[in-house]
Nanobody, 125 residues
Protein backbone atom coordinates (compact mmCIF):
# COMPACT_ATOMS: atom_id res chain seq x y z
CA UNK A 1 0.00 0.00 0.00
CA UNK A 2 1.28 3.45 -0.92
CA UNK A 3 0.00 6.61 0.75
CA UNK A 4 0.69 10.15 -0.42
CA UNK A 5 -0.46 13.14 1.63
CA UNK A 6 -1.00 16.71 0.52
CA UNK A 7 -2.69 19.88 1.67
CA UNK A 8 -0.52 21.09 4.52
CA UNK A 9 0.55 24.70 4.89
CA UNK A 10 0.93 27.73 7.12
CA UNK A 11 -2.28 29.29 8.40
CA UNK A 12 -3.45 31.54 11.21
CA UNK A 13 -5.40 30.47 14.26
CA UNK A 14 -9.06 30.04 13.40
CA UNK A 15 -8.40 29.13 9.77
CA UNK A 16 -9.20 25.85 8.03
CA UNK A 17 -7.22 23.35 6.00
CA UNK A 18 -8.09 20.12 4.24
CA UNK A 19 -5.53 17.35 4.01
CA UNK A 20 -5.76 14.59 1.42
CA UNK A 21 -4.21 11.13 1.29
CA UNK A 22 -4.26 9.18 -1.96
CA UNK A 23 -4.16 5.42 -1.48
CA UNK A 24 -2.88 2.93 -4.02
CA UNK A 25 -1.72 -0.64 -4.19
CA UNK A 26 -4.47 -2.49 -2.37
CA UNK A 27 -8.15 -3.30 -2.57
CA UNK A 28 -10.39 -4.69 0.13
CA UNK A 29 -11.30 -3.39 3.57
CA UNK A 30 -8.74 -1.26 5.35
CA UNK A 31 -8.63 0.76 8.49
CA UNK A 32 -7.28 4.21 7.76
CA UNK A 33 -6.33 7.02 10.08
CA UNK A 34 -4.58 10.32 10.49
CA UNK A 35 -1.84 10.78 13.05
CA UNK A 36 0.24 13.82 13.88
CA UNK A 37 3.63 14.46 15.40
CA UNK A 38 4.72 17.74 16.91
CA UNK A 39 8.44 18.52 17.37
CA UNK A 40 9.96 16.53 20.20
CA UNK A 41 6.77 14.59 20.87
CA UNK A 42 5.50 11.14 19.98
CA UNK A 43 3.20 10.49 17.05
CA UNK A 44 -0.43 10.57 18.14
CA UNK A 45 -3.77 9.45 16.75
CA UNK A 46 -6.02 12.18 15.36
CA UNK A 47 -8.92 10.51 13.55
CA UNK A 48 -9.71 7.29 11.71
CA UNK A 49 -12.11 4.90 10.05
CA UNK A 50 -12.26 1.50 11.73
CA UNK A 51 -13.19 -0.26 8.51
CA UNK A 52 -16.67 -1.12 9.75
CA UNK A 53 -18.83 0.91 7.39
CA UNK A 54 -18.46 4.57 8.21
CA UNK A 55 -17.50 4.16 11.84
CA UNK A 56 -15.14 6.97 12.78
CA UNK A 57 -13.07 7.77 15.84
CA UNK A 58 -11.50 11.05 16.94
CA UNK A 59 -8.99 12.19 19.50
CA UNK A 60 -10.65 14.30 22.18
CA UNK A 61 -8.48 17.27 21.26
CA UNK A 62 -9.97 17.53 17.76
CA UNK A 63 -13.60 16.48 18.29
CA UNK A 64 -15.98 19.03 16.87
CA UNK A 65 -13.23 20.73 14.83
CA UNK A 66 -11.83 18.01 12.57
CA UNK A 67 -13.73 15.69 10.26
CA UNK A 68 -12.36 12.61 8.55
CA UNK A 69 -13.91 11.61 5.24
CA UNK A 70 -13.16 9.39 2.29
CA UNK A 71 -14.01 9.29 -1.37
CA UNK A 72 -13.76 5.69 -2.52
CA UNK A 73 -14.03 6.54 -6.21
CA UNK A 74 -10.81 8.57 -5.90
CA UNK A 75 -9.16 6.27 -3.34
CA UNK A 76 -8.66 9.33 -1.19
CA UNK A 77 -8.86 9.96 2.52
CA UNK A 78 -9.43 13.50 3.79
CA UNK A 79 -9.03 15.40 7.01
CA UNK A 80 -11.00 18.63 7.19
CA UNK A 81 -9.54 20.80 9.92
CA UNK A 82 -11.52 23.81 11.13
CA UNK A 83 -10.89 26.33 13.90
CA UNK A 84 -7.21 25.50 13.85
CA UNK A 85 -5.16 26.30 16.93
CA UNK A 86 -1.40 26.74 17.38
CA UNK A 87 -1.44 23.44 19.30
CA UNK A 88 -2.44 21.71 16.06
CA UNK A 89 0.96 22.48 14.56
CA UNK A 90 2.56 19.18 13.57
CA UNK A 91 3.47 16.89 10.73
CA UNK A 92 0.33 14.99 9.77
CA UNK A 93 0.59 11.40 8.57
CA UNK A 94 -1.87 9.14 6.81
CA UNK A 95 -1.74 5.50 7.96
CA UNK A 96 -3.42 2.29 6.85
CA UNK A 97 -3.68 -1.33 7.82
CA UNK A 98 -5.59 -4.19 6.16
CA UNK A 99 -8.83 -5.29 7.75
CA UNK A 100 -10.74 -3.85 10.66
CA UNK A 101 -9.88 -2.21 13.94
CA UNK A 102 -11.81 -1.38 17.06
CA UNK A 103 -12.50 1.98 18.61
CA UNK A 104 -9.65 1.24 21.00
CA UNK A 105 -7.06 -0.41 18.78
CA UNK A 106 -7.39 2.21 16.04
CA UNK A 107 -5.36 4.53 18.29
CA UNK A 108 -2.41 2.14 18.51
CA UNK A 109 0.38 3.31 16.24
CA UNK A 110 1.87 -0.20 16.18
CA UNK A 111 -1.16 -1.50 14.31
CA UNK A 112 -0.41 0.27 11.05
CA UNK A 113 1.63 -1.28 8.28
CA UNK A 114 1.68 1.60 5.81
CA UNK A 115 2.48 5.28 6.29
CA UNK A 116 2.65 8.33 4.11
CA UNK A 117 5.57 10.73 4.06
CA UNK A 118 3.75 13.37 6.11
CA UNK A 119 2.61 16.92 5.44
CA UNK A 120 3.47 19.90 7.63
CA UNK A 121 0.72 21.99 9.18
CA UNK A 122 1.76 25.18 10.95
CA UNK A 123 -0.76 27.33 12.79
CA UNK A 124 0.37 30.77 13.91
CA UNK A 125 -1.29 32.71 16.71
Amino acid sequence: VQLVESGGGVVQAGDSLRLACVVSGRSGPMSMSWFRQAPGLERKFVAGFTGFGNNTQYADSVKGRFTIARENAKSTLYLQMNSLEPEDTAVYYCAATPGFTTARSIRDIRLYSAWGQGTQVTVSS
